[in-house]
Structures are given as C-alpha cells and as structure tokens.
C-alpha cells in the first residue's frame, strides 16, 4: 500500500478498531504535518471526552492514535483552505486509494468525520448521522459523523453525541 502522498502521512495499522476519514488537510494541518490541527477543530476533544483516548492528544501526538486502535487518512491528500475547494471528482477519486487501505488494514469501523465525506465516499446525495445499514468496503461498519471542524455550526455537545456513538459501535463490534 502506497502512502498517501501529500503534507500528512497516514497514521494506520492493521485491525485498527476505528480508521477516521477526513475529507483533506486544511491549510494549518498541512503547514504542520498533523491532521485536525486547527485553531478550532475539536477533533481530539471529540475523541478524549467520547472516550475513544484516554486523554486529550494534541494534534502532534497523532502518530500515538494506533495505541487506542485508531488511525487517520483523508479522501485527499492536497492540504486546502476548505473542502469546498475540492471538486466531487477529486474526492471520488480518492476512493481507490481508501479501498485498499480497507483491505490491507481490515479497521471494525471506518467513521467518516463529516458527511459531506461519506457523501462522497458512497457516490450519494444524502445519509443519516451515524451508522449507516450497509459497508461501503465490504466488512467495516460505516459511521458517518458530524464534522469536527470549529466551523460547522452543528453544538458540541451534538458532535460529542455522535463520537460516543462510534464507541458504542466499537464496543459492539468486539463482543
């Protein structure tokens, strides 16, 4: 498997319990090396108070997200300053690449960290938060999530609502 090639490498292993999938680096995560790094992405709060990690992680300590059994990877590598700025075509064009690093890796959940990604992931034009009745890659659970960004407008504590959820589809997928 090929590694992504842009500003922020993937940070996979096998049998993770979630791979988290993005829509692209923004601006300030591709200038430091770390998804969800900006100012105001409550991605690692999201994960810490859904108790997906044991603390909060900063953006920097993302290389440690496989000792919780997660991982992280984008549709896309090219950092921007919004998704928007990425067409429809670029981002099913990623889906090949996510393909394969489900394959190889075989994660129990891929979440989707805002649903305009799993929009685009799936070929459709609408979803429900959370998990979705069937795999996009032939085993995984798909959970669609709000996105972490300090711009979507959705409340914390909804979002937080949603990470939790993907805790419980975890817990479920263990047992």
């Known amino acids: 498997m090929e590694p992504s090639e842009g ?10 319990d979630v791979l988290f999938v993005g ?15 900006g100012r105001g992405n409550q991605f ?18 993302d290389r440690l997200l496989p000792e919780f059994g997660l991982g992280s990877t984008n549709l896309v590598a090219r950092a921007t300053t919004s998704a928007a700025d990425l067409s429809r075509a670029e981002l099913r064009g990623g889906v090949p690449r996510l393909r394969a690093l489900v394959a190889e890796l075989r994660p129990r959940v891929i979440a989707y960290t805002g649903k305009g990604v799993y929009l685009a992931a799936a070929d459709v034009d609408w979803a429900e938060w959370g998990m979705q009745p069937t795999s996009l890659f032939n085993g995984p659970i798909d959970v669609v999530l ?7 407008r959705l409340p914390f504590a909804e979002k937080l609502r949603w ?3 993907v805790r419980r589809v975890i817990d479920g997928a263990r047992a």
């Open 146 to 152: 709000p996105s972490p960004s300090g711009l979507a």
């Open 44 to 61: 690692w709060r999201l994960l810490a108070e859904a108790g997906l990690t044991p603390r909060l992680l900063r953006p920097e300590e």
């Open 23 to 37: 829509f692209n680096p923004g601006t300030r995560s591709g200038a430091l090396g770390h998804n969800y790094a």
């Open 7 to 16: 500003p922020i490498p993937d940070i996979v292993a096998p049998n993770l």
């Open 163 to 165: 990470f939790c959820e």
